[in-house]
């Protein structure tokens, strides 16, 4: 049981290329989460997934889009990057957070990109 | 605005001294989280707390919920070097996605323990 796992480890790309960072989680979760965090700032919310075909919006999306064709997999594309994406990237997943009343999430462990 | 804030940021503390790290948020949470993050690593879940007055302890942590106040405390007993690592609290808030599970974050305290 691998739990969530996420690829690459680290990545520079120069301003405007593009690129998708993996997830994928092998627990049967349903829900799916893409935080980014900046230096010396807790996490924020770019994207998120209730189930395959469902996306949604979170606290910070813009320059970023994601798909869910399978429970498993979550990748989150970035298009244009440009220097304020430089950052460290967390994948999460978790059971229906309505389902168990100490649901918890599960994070992988991250990709740190930069953008020059 | 929600807010999520978290004091200290920064905590240096010898071995075996006492101390506690403060949570406010500033709407009605549904859960309340710690989590715990060393350098250049992933976030691993400490506690999870969901009702007023839930306490909660693992080792030489303890972590409480105040939904009144709105105040979570994680308190460090005797700490050890082994404790040093960023501590965050994070919580799911209706109205901002709570029911989807999505956190908001505090921006985390930085406990270094000294000898």
């Known amino acids: 049981n691998a739990g969530v796992t996420q690829t690459p480890k680290f990545r520079i790309l120069k301003i405007g290329q593009s690129m998708t960072l993996q997830c994928t989680q092998d627990?049967?979760?349903?829900?799916m989460y893409w935080y980014r965090q900046d230096p010396g700032m807790g996490l924020k919310l770019i994207y998120y997934s209730v189930g395959a075909g469902i996306t949604d919006k979170g606290e910070v999306p813009n320059g970023y889009n994601v798909s869910r064709s399978t429970t498993e997999d979550f990748p989150l594309r970035l298009e244009l990057a440009a220097p304020s994406q430089t950052s460290v990237y967390f994948c999460?997943?978790?059971?229906?957070?309505?389902?168990?009343?100490?649901?918890?999430?599960?994070f992988g462990p991250g990709t740190r990109l930069t953008v020059l | 605005e929600l807010k999520v804030e978290q004091n200290p940021l920064f905590l240096s503390m010898q071995e075996g001294k006492n101390y506690t790290i403060y949570c406010n948020y500033s709407t009605t949470s549904d859960r309340l989280y710690w989590y715990r993050q060393d350098p250049g690593k992933s976030l691993e879940s400490l506690f999870v707390l969901l009702s007023n007055g839930a306490v909660k302890q693992e080792g030489r942590l303890m972590a409480s919920l105040d939904t009144k106040a709105r105040l979570s405390t994680l308190h460090i007993t005797a700490a050890v070097h082994d404790l040093s690592a960023t501590y965050f609290c994070a919580g799911t808030f209706m109205n901002y996605g709570g029911s989807q599970g999505n956190l908001i974050f505090g921006k985390g305290t930085k406990l270094s323990v000294k000898p």
């Open positions: 999460a997943s978790s059971y229906d957070p309505s389902a168990g009343a100490y649901n918890e999430q599960f």
């Open positions: 627990m049967n979760h349903n829900y």
